[in-house]
């Protein structure tokens, strides 16, 4: 193997581990920096929506887990605060 | 969240929309879910994850409106809310504040802000401070916290001779047996609880 391609594959493998690290600062540990390449990254959208866009609607099931019901169904009247989560 | 709405409930309307889990057991697991015992696994199916919302209602008394978005996610994809976000949709169905994504950008007091600057600031008075509790005046419940460790179990011993022991099932889904006996022969100790 050339020198080149030594240097180029031992500063990319730098570059890894640099990213690694940063990853694991920024997560924790190295098991969260797995954790969040693997599972958050590929569900993480910045998605397109902006202010003043008509708001998506979508069909929600009630607490009962039988019940259906339309976000658009609360929007009318008064503003509507929507709040996005989950328990974990 | 749940103070913005209470005092905002009179203008606005207030909607939770439960998602996809964040940190389920079978994936991303934080410390943070275990220490707090909230250990779920990601829904497979809708019941599931009804099921899930319906334990957070129960456990923190959650007085918002739920609706769960259903097992494909329409909702989380339409909003791009995994995992968690939080917008203002005015009278007219139109988007009139997006916040950022969670949980570093999720921040529900630009919520507040956005109320407030339509309908007025609501004060609070600041917190009063609630006594420390001391654990230590508990001996029953004070135990040294092993992680896992097969040692001599802490106890407790009480005036009369009697003493607890906790046992704690060294799994997420955590379960306390309080023993009572007069004697510890055992050698068994077992991950214990501080006392709550």
């Known amino acids: ?88 | 969240m749940v103070q913005i709405y209470n005092d905002y409930k009179d203008h606005a309307d207030f909607l939770t929309v439960y998602v996809r889990e964040a940190h389920p057991t079978d994936e991303w697991q934080m410390k943070s879910n275990v220490k707090e015992d909230v250990c779920y696994a990601q829904p497979k199916n809708l019941g599931q994850r009804v099921a899930i919302a319906n334990d957070f209602i129960k456990r923190f008394n959650y007085p918002i409106a739920f609706g769960i978005d259903d097992i494909n996610n329409a909702a989380e994809a339409a909003y791009s809310a995994w995992p968690e976000r939080l917008y203002v949709i005015d009278e007219s169905g139109r988007i009139a504040y997006r916040g950022g994504m969670g949980p570093f950008h999720y921040d529900p007091e630009e919520v507040r802000a956005w109320l407030a600057a339509r309908y007025g600031a609501v004060k609070h008075d600041a917190p009063v401070a609630l006594p420390a509790t001391s654990s230590s005046t508990s001996p029953r419940t004070n135990f040294p916290y092993l992680a896992g460790a097969f040692l001599r179990p802490s106890a407790s011993v009480d005036s009369d001779g009697t003493f607890a022991m906790a046992f704690l099932v060294p799994s997420c889904y955590k379960r306390e047996i309080a023993l009572k006996g007069r004697s510890i022969n055992h050698g068994f100790g077992l991950v214990t609880m501080p006392g709550r």
């Open chain 1, 1 to 88: 193997m050339t020198l080149f391609w030594k240097w180029t594959i031992a500063v990319f493998l730098v570059l890894l581990l640099a990213v690694f690290l940063v990853l694991c600062k920024m997560a924790g540990s190295p098991k969260d920096a797995y954790g969040m390449v693997r599972y958050a990254l590929p569900h993480m959208h910045r998605g397109t929506l902006k202010v003043g866009d008509d708001a998506p609607d979508a069909r929600l099931v009630a607490l009962d887990g039988s019940d259906h019901f339309h976000i658009r169904e609360r929007t009318g009247g008064r503003p509507l605060v929507i709040i996005f989560g989950s328990y974990t």
